[in-house]
């Protein structure tokens, strides 16, 4: 698969990213799959979440559509999936409200306090700016693009 090109940014969609307790992130995707019209395979998400490796293209997986896609990476050795969303402005606040039961459990089970807000990686406002963007971080960790170029 050619990672390089999630990294592409369109003014009509939005990046969102979020850690999810594991044993959530097959029914997270499967809903957010739903709800984008992406389809999931099953096996292929299962694979990530079981494998054994600590980084590389084993333990992530993607679905896409299009340009909306659903980035999973599945950190080991951590105790936390991130799920990063490519989707349309339109379909931001859906997304949002459909994963956010699933932010909820993970809030609460570290003891973080509970926050509605959306960063949206594709077009962060000035107090993200230092912060890199998580698909970049989870692409470049895993080996799955060149980390020598500056993106």
């Known amino acids: 698969m050619n990672y390089q090109r999630l990294l592409e940014k ?3 969609m939005v990046l969102i990213s979020t850690l ?3 044993e959530h992130t097959e029914d997270v995707v ?3 799959g739903k709800a984008m019209n992406i ?3 099953l096996k292929q998400l299962v694979s990530a979440v079981e494998s054994s490796s600590t980084s590389g293209e084993n333990k992530v997986c993607c679905f896409e559509r299009e340009r909306e ?3 999973i990476d ?3 050795p951590q105790d936390l999936h991130q799920i990063i969303i490519r989707c349309l402005n339109s379909e931001k606040e859906e997304i949002y409200n459909l994963i956010y039961k699933w932010v909820r459990l993970r809030q609460e089970a570290y003891g973080q306090p509970i926050s509605k807000e959306i960063i949206d990686w594709m077009h962060p406002d000035k107090k993200y700016e ?3 963007n998580p698909l970049l971080s989870s692409l470049q960790f895993n080996g799955l693009i060149d980390d020598t170029i500056d993106y």
């Open 10 to 12: 369109y003014n009509d």
């Open 20 to 22: 999810i307790l594991p």
């Open 30 to 32: 499967k809903e957010i």
């Open 39 to 41: 389809p999931i395979e």
């Open 69 to 71: 896609f659903i980035y």
């Open 74 to 76: 599945c950190h080991k």
């Open 130 to 132: 230092k912060v890199k």
